[in-house]
C-alpha cells in the first residue's frame, strides 16, 4: 500500500510513519521541516519517501500522485499559542486544509482519508462523547471543528470516506520539548521548578503514543464505515496534572520543585473521552496505563539526558 502521511516529522507522524515502514508499506511523507531526528531515523528506510513543502500547495501534492489512504497530522498543534496567532492557524490550517481535499477528491485509488482532529473540539460544551456539543475556546480547536465539518462536506460531495480521530493529550518518546510531560520529567530530574497552570487540578486524558498510532491504523483499514465517521482516541480515564507530577517524582526518586500559576485563557478544567464508539465500531483497546506510560517515557528521556 502507498500511504501519505502529512506532517510525518513530528512526533505522532513519525511514530506512525515508522509502524508503517516496518509492517511493510510505502510512505510517503509531507512535512515543512526538512530535517530532525525523527526523519533521521525515518530516511533509512528504503521505503520511505520524502516531500519537503507544504500542504497547502496544491502542485506540490499533485506531484505525489496516487495513494491508497492519506493521514493528516500536519497541524500547528499548540492551543495556547493559536490564541497569539489566530490569523496564522486558520490560514495554515484550514485554508491549507482546502488543498489537500482537493488534491485527494481526484484520487482514483484513494480507499480512506483520516483527518487527526482534537479533543479541543468541545471546549466548553460540557461533555466528551461524540454527540456532544462542539463548543471550542481557542482558534486551534476552532481550525480542526471547521475541518470536520469540510470532511462531512466532500464526503457527501465527492464519495471518498474519511475519518475524523479526535485525539485526546497525546505523550510519548520522540515527543517534543515543549511538551508538558518532557518538560516535567526533565526538569524534575535536573533539580529545576515546574510551572503548574490552575495549581496543577487541569486533568487531562493522557493516552500514550503507542495507543493513537493503533486507532489510527484501525480507522485506516475499516473496511466498513462509508461517509465522515468521528471518534474520540483517548483511554477514557483522566488524571490532575498534579497527580502526573507525583508519578514522575515517584518513577525518578526525586521530588519537584513546584511555582503554581492561576489558569490559563483558552485552557478547560478536565477532559476524558467517552470512547464507547471506537471500541464498538473499531474495537480500539488502549492498552498503556498513565504509570507504564510515564515509566517507559521517563526512561526513555531520562537516558538522553544523561
Ligand atoms: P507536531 O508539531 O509534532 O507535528 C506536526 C508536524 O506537521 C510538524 O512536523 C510540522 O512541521 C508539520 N506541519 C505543520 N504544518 C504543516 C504544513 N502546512 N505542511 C506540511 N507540514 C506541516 O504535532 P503532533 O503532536 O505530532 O500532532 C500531530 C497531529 O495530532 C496534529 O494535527 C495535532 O493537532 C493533533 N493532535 C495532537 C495532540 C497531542 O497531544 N500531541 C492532541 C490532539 C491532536
Not at 517534543?176 to 526538569?187: A, L, S
Not at 480507522?219 to 507525583?246: C, I, P, Q, W
Request: glycine residues 8%; negative net charge.
Amino acid at each position: 500500500m502507498r500511504i501519505l502521511v502529512t506532517g510525518a516529522a513530528g512526533f505522532i507522524g513519525y511514530h506512525l510513519s515508522r509502524h508503517l515502514l516496518e509492517t511493510g508499506h510505502d510512505v510517503v511523507a509531507i512535512d515543512k521541516v526538512n530535517s530532525n531526528e525523527r526523519l533521521d531515523i525515518l530516511v533509512q528506510y528504503e521505503n520511505f519517501d520524502f516531500r519537503h513543502g507544504s500542504i497547502a500547495d496544491i502542485s506540490f501534492l499533485q506531484e505525489v500522485g496516487e495513494v491508497d489512504y492519506i493521514v493528516h497530522l500536519a497541524a500547528l498543534p499548540d492551543v495556547r499559542k493559536s490564541i497569539g496567532r489566530p490569523y496564522i492557524q486558520i490560514q495554515q490550517d484550514v485554508l491549507g486544509y482546502i488543498s489537500l481535499l482537493e488534491y485527494a477528491k481526484v484520487l482514483e485509488r484513494l480507499k480512506r482519508m483520516v483527518f487527526i482532529s482534537s479533543s479541543s473540539v468541545y471546549g466548553v460544551g460540557g461533555g466528551f462523547s461524540e454527540l456532544s456539543p462542539t463548543m471550542p475556546i481557542a482558534p486551534y480547536g476552532v481550525s480542526k471543528l471547521n475541518n470536520e465539518n469540510m470532511n462531512t462536506c466532500y464526503c457527501h460531495l465527492y464519495g471518498f470516506p474519511i475519518t475524523s480521530l479526535r485525539f485526546f493529550t497525546v505523550y510519548g518518546t520522540y515527543g517534543r520539548d515543549n511538551m508538558v510531560i518532557w518538560k516535567f520529567i526533565e526538569n524534575i530530574f535536573l533539580g529545576k521548578p515546574i510551572s503548574l497552570f490552575n495549581n496543577g487540578m487541569n486533568e487531562r486524558d493522557f493516552v500514550y503514543v503507542s495507543d493513537v498510532v493503533d486507532a489510527i491504523l484501525l480507522a485506516m483499514f475499516d473496511e466498513k464505515s462509508t461517509g465522515h465517521n468521528v471518534y474520540n482516541v483517548g483511554t477514557g480515564t483522566s488524571v490532575s496534572v498534579l497527580e502526573v507530577v507525583r508519578i514522575i517524582e515517584d518513577i525518578l526518586g526525586k521530588t519537584a520543585t513546584l511555582e503554581t500559576l492561576p489558569p490559563q485563557p483558552g485552557d478547560i478544567p478536565k477532559t476524558c473521552a467517552d470512547i464507547i464508539k471506537i471500541k464498538q465500531d473499531l474495537d480500539y483497546a488502549p492498552k498503556i496505563d498513565i504509570t507504564s506510560g510515564l515509566r517507559m517515557f521517563s526512561e526513555w528521556l531520562i537516558d538522553r539526558l544523561n
